[in-house]
């Protein structure tokens, strides 16, 4: 069975301008939660989705947004980017959602803001 | 806040056993122990978790004890290839929704 998989995998872009990332959970997955990595914050919670609705959202300003679609894929979107926001970007997903469900995680994309 | 204190580092010799430590004195009833690994800039694998008894697989032991205020990674034959960053979290078992809180975790080095 294929893992999780982000695209693309390196990013660069310029403040003030917006991104979109891509993860495509496992096959049957139909929770997919996002998380920023930042060496000073560390592993953060960003959203999840689960059949195509956001259940679950952590502290990030409202530039972050994201979408699942109906064959569970989900893109998330950064506004107005800024400095701060260069980070790995890590897309995980699970099965049917419960709290025990191990998350399985993605490469993930690495996002550079000059 | 995570809800997990480990060391900040640890060493381990190759071909020697390393164990992790992890404190979760406030886990519930209903949290399961996971653990998770993050070699440099890749995704967090998965390693092994439970609830209560001690769990093996192809990886690793988890060694829980009675209260389960704490838990304990066993690798039993470290290679230079299990050095990365160790994560231990706990996560509630009928939450939907619940999300993984990470601490900043173990870095394991292991050396030849």
């Known amino acids: 069975k294929a893992g999780v998989t982000q695209t693309p995998r390196y990013l660069i872009k310029t403040r003030g301008q917006q991104v979109t990332l891509s993860c495509s959970p496992i096959?049957?997955?139909?929770?997919v939660s996002w998380y920023q990595q930042t060496p000073g914050q560390g592993l953060q919670f960003l959203f999840e989705y689960f059949s195509e609705t956001q259940r679950n959202k952590g502290n990030f300003p409202g530039r972050f947004s994201g979408r699942q679609f109906s064959n569970s894929r989900s893109e998330m979107n950064v506004s107005t980017l800024e400095l701060g926001d260069s980070a790995l970007y890590l897309c995980?997903?699970?099965?049917?959602?419960?709290?025990?469900?191990?998350?399985?995680f993605g490469p993930g994309t690495r996002l550079t803001v000059l | 806040d995570a809800k997990t204190t480990q060391p900040p580092s640890m060493d381990c010799a190759e071909g020697r056993a390393a164990n992790l430590p992890c404190n979760h004195s406030t886990i519930s009833g209903n949290e399961y122990v996971y653990w998770y690994r993050q070699i440099h800039s890749q995704g967090p694998q998965y390693i092994i978790h439970?609830?209560?008894n001690n769990e093996t697989n192809e990886m690793a032991s988890l060694i829980i004890t009675e209260d389960r205020k704490s838990s304990t990674l066993i690798l039993p034959h470290a290679t230079l290839r299990d050095t990365a960053v160790y994560y231990c979290i706990v996560s509630d078992w009928d939450n939907y929704g619940q999300n993984f809180v990470f601490g900043p975790g173990t870095r394991l080095s292991v050396l030849p």
């Open positions: 439970g609830l209560k």
């Open positions: 096959s049957g997955h139909r929770s």
């Open positions: 995980a997903s699970k099965g049917a959602g419960r709290g025990t469900d191990t998350q399985y």
